[in-house]
């Protein structure tokens, strides 16, 4: 018997172990996240910081342009519901986890330090400065640096997770409060605020944005990364919403027909606009849905949620899903280098590439981002030494 099992044990060890299964559907969602978070920051700085402003300018153009940037904005959370959609189905391994951990603090100063160091040297603002670069750099301090904000959000989910894969897989009522709690805390705080800045200007005709705390000290998810940000509490509901989903897909896409998740994108896109319009002539200032303001709005969640329907009927076949797989399943080096990419690039482009429309002018300058982004990491990759650092 005991013969028997030492070669039944080696045979084991010997026989190859299946590959994963990919999942088409999730290699779609993080597709369109990393062409959207390109263009996002694209357009950003093709004709200035802040180019769509109702307030200052209502032609048909500023209008029209608003929109897209409501339609395609926000797309981050995309990552957080996938990543809770895969992590929660696996086995932890604490080593491996605390390893992935590390790397991504790693990663986030290597690039922070990096694209710092080549946005001053190409710069005809400052000279370049070793000690500033590396200290700033370190610090994450400075506006060129503010796209690593996801990186932060994800070592904080990495931090997390553990807790959560535990209460997940043995106490599930637990987990489910957690995520019930984050949904109201976040989610509902941002309804009030929302509904506050409605009625102050509907009543006294003032309206500052105050971004006020309803749960006063009862709110572990406040914070001020960024003077813009509320804090990452929302990443939370979307990471668990990724287990969640994963337990119930079939349920899920019984409930959620195609109809019905155009209707919502639709309908929440609308809202979205509105809002957004309203924020916008009401402040004077530019409000923007799909950058730094609308992750934690109950609408952008309801259009996750229906976009992610949509994606589960992609299966993943044809010339053109190749790309998108392929694309998919390399994100992370495209985030790295696109920033760079732009920073070294656009007051270049901006200079002797004379193209009409400041729509055109960003899809064709974000194309051209992504492009050299997509052969700068392919060369990466092929270089042992410099893949360890786009994935």
């Given amino acids: 018997m005991c013969e028997k099992e030492a070669a039944l ?74 990543n809770g959609y895969l992590l929660f ?44 670069t590396i200290k700033h750099g370190l610090l994450m301090d400075t506006v060129w640096l ?47 605020n929302m509904a506050y800045n409605v009625y102050a200007w509907l009543r006294y005709h003032v309206n500052y944005d105050p971004k006020i705390n309803f749960f006063s000290m009862f709110n572990p998810f406040i914070g001020d990364y960024h003077t813009y940000w509320d804090g990452y509490g929302y990443i939370f509901v979307y990471f668990c919403l990724g287990a969640v989903l994963r337990e119930y897909q079939e349920k899920f896409n019984e409930i959620m027909k195609p109809w019905i998740c155009i209707l919502g994108i639709v309908v929440t896109t609308a809202l979205l606009y509105l809002y957004g319009y309203f924020m916008t002539l009401s402040t004077g200032e530019i409000w923007q849905s799909g950058d730094q303001y609308g992750n934690d709005i109950v609408f952008s969640l309801i259009r996750v949620l229906c976009i992610f329907g949509l994606a589960g009927r992609y299966k993943g076949t044809g010339k053109l899903s190749k790309f998108i797989n392929y694309v998919g399943n390399n994100t992370m080096g495209i985030y790295f280098i696109h920033y760079v990419i732009r920073n070294l690039t656009v007051r270049y482009f901006r ?33 042992p030494v410099l893949k360890k650092l786009i994935a």
């Fill in 9 to 82: 044990t080696a045979a084991a060890r010997e026989t190859p172990k299946p590959a994963k299964k990919k999942i088409p559907s999730l290699d779609l969602m993080k597709f369109m996240g990393i062409m959207i978070v390109v263009f996002y920051h694209c357009r950003l700085v093709v004709g200035g910081i802040y180019n769509v402003n109702l307030a200052t300018d209502r032609s048909l153009d500023q209008y029209f342009f608003y929109g897209v940037l409501t339609l395609v904005g926000p797309c981050v959370p995309f990552f957080f519901l996938v």
């Fill in 89 to 132: 189905d696996h086995a932890l391994d604490m080593k491996k986890h605390i390893r992935r951990t590390l790397h991504f603090v790693v990663l986030a100063l290597f690039w922070s330090v990096l694209t710092l160091g080549l946005t001053i040297w190409e710069s005809p603002w400052g000279e370049f400065s070793w000690k500033y």
């Fill in 146 to 192: 503010y796209h690593l904000w996801f990186m932060g959000a994800m070592v904080i989910l990495y931090i997390f997770f553990p807790m959560l894969k535990s209460a997940w897989d043995h106490n599930r009522k637990g987990f489910y409060f957690f995520l019930a709690a984050c949904f109201i805390i976040v989610f509902g705080n941002k309804a009030l």
């Fill in 351 to 383: 200079a002797f590439v004379p193209i009409p429309g400041y729509l055109l002018k960003t899809l064709v300058y974000s194309a051209l981002v992504f492009l050299v982004s997509w052969a700068l990491m392919e060369v990466f990759k092929r270089i």
